[in-house]
């Protein structure tokens, strides 16, 4: 059965997203800090470019080659690291740049299964907006769907 991403909007300039899957935090949090893992299912499980400085004011970038031809630039920097159960970092779309929401991710375990909770805070209510209207809980979500594989396939 595959969880569903659930998608709450908690004020006028905040999202919290969460999903839990089936894998133990240690993987999970590997899933979302090292390259070879991010490429496999962050951008949907679309061919994804990663370049990655992962340490606290360390630099990402992410190129999705998505399907429709086009490809989809994200970058941000690292804030704040506590592994494996917080990440907190900057994101923007470089297709609208200078629209930068800041991502605090919290990973908790029971029983195996970690539950990703991700708080998005944006800079002003119309980049929420612009966000929730891009489609990002559909692309979220099957981003989960493509993490979910390959967890499944590290866990066999």
Sequence with gaps: MTEQLTVDQISDTEIVMTRVVDAPRDLVWA????EQHLRRWWGRGNPL???IDFRVGGKYRFVEHAD???AYAFRGEYLEIEAPARLVQT???EGMPGHVAT???V???ENGRTTVTTTSR???KDDLDGMVGSGMADGAQRSYVA???LLRELTA
């Design 91 to 93: 994101f923007e779309f």
């Design 122 to 124: 944006f800079t002003s």
């Design 31 to 34: 899933c979302h800090t090292q």
């Design 147 to 149: 993490l979910d594989a």
């Design 68 to 70: 429709d031809g086009n």
């Design 103 to 105: 991502d605090s991710l």
């Design 107 to 109: 990973l908790t375990e």
């Design 49 to 51: 470019d990663v370049e």
